[in-house]
């Protein structure tokens, strides 16, 4: 006998003791418990079907009373396990919400996945993912920028909204912002594809990429000592970006505004700076580049070209 026959029987209480057995082996027989004990209105007399009856059988053009007394009666226990129906599937089918982890401006977090992969958030990001599917479908969805330590099994699959990238078991980190994918790979090797330009590559340990949606790709190779991210070392590292991005970064992990006045933020740089002391990175990253800056407050800073 089919589950669905089986669980119209048993919202109407028709098992028998050896189908009741049988049902109650079902995984989800618990919260069916649980949804018919909260759907007791809609069985039995709680129905009220006297008084439904009377403001039916009340309109005067009905020619015949008792027919439709009877069809009435016949139907009621159908339309209740119907809404039984309905409302199990609501409950119990729906697809549960995702579990989402994220992080502000200036904070980062590190967030143990189901098959024990890690993944650090570095500030004003977010990765969420359906625990349900793991660990036979590992994918998580990421905004902003995270460090993989991926566990060996399956496929894990990071989906952004400018691509994706795909690996078995390693160590990498992902960037995308505002149509840039960035990643790079410490040990193992990771398949990435830029949905933007269609474009797909391969990394091996110790390469990293850019991709931009109207710039060709960007390629280097790591520093052979680094094994994670520089981020997780407080230390923030820019090959060969604009200048915005780097201001971009300064105001994410220290929490500031920027206004930029007559600076040209679209010249490329390479830069390197701590994030843990506000005026020595700035120093860091403006100094070498004739820029003057001017910390208004705790919150603002003013950039002027020498």
């Not at 496929?155 to 995308?176: D, H, K, L, P, Q």
């Not at 994918?181 to 949905?195: A, I, K, T």
Request: glycine share 6%; with cysteine; charged share 25%.
């Amino acid at each position: 006998m089919k589950n669905d026959e089986l669980l119209h029987k048993w919202v109407n209480g028709n098992l028998s003791s050896d189908e009741q057995k049988e049902f109650e082996q079902r995984p989800e027989y618990n919260s069916l418990q649980k949804i018919k004990r909260g759907m007791g209105l809609l069985f039995g007399p709680e129905l009220q079907q006297e008084v439904i009856l009377a403001n039916i059988l009340s309109d005067k053009k009905t020619t015949s009373s008792t027919n439709n007394r009877r069809r009435i009666r016949y139907l009621l226990p159908y339309a209740a396990a119907a809404a039984v129906l309905l409302l199990i599937g609501f409950f119990v089918l729906r697809p549960a919400a995702p579990a989402v982890f994220s992080t502000g401006v200036a904070q980062r977090s590190t967030t143990v996945l189901p098959d024990q992969s890690t993944v650090s958030l570095n500030a004003e990001s977010e990765v969420s993912f359906q625990v349900s599917k793991w660990p036979g479908e590992r994918e998580v969805q990421l905004v902003g920028e995270a460090f993989f330590a991926v566990e060996e099994g399956s496929t894990f699959t990071v989906n952004t909204s400018v691509g994706e990238v795909t690996v078995i078991g390693t160590r990498f980190n992902v960037v995308s912002r505002n149509g840039l994918l960035e990643v790079s790979c410490f040990s193992g090797e990771v398949m990435v594809q830029y949905l933007l330009q269609e474009i797909s590559r391969e990394l091996k340990a110790g390469e990293a990429i850019r991709f931009s949606e109207n710039e060709p790709p960007v390629n280097w190779m790591l520093d052979e000592a680094e094994k994670q991210a520089s981020w997780l070392d407080g230390i923030t590292r820019l090959q060969t970006v604009p200048l915005a991005r780097a201001v971009a970064e300064l105001e994410r992990q220290f929490g500031i505004q920027i206004k930029t006045n007559n600076v040209d933020t679209k010249r490329v740089i390479t830069v390197n700076f701590q994030q843990e002391n506000l005026e020595e990175a700035l120093i860091t990253v403006f100094r070498p580049l004739n820029i003057r800056y001017d910390i208004k407050d705790k919150e603002q800073v003013n950039l002027f070209q020498e």
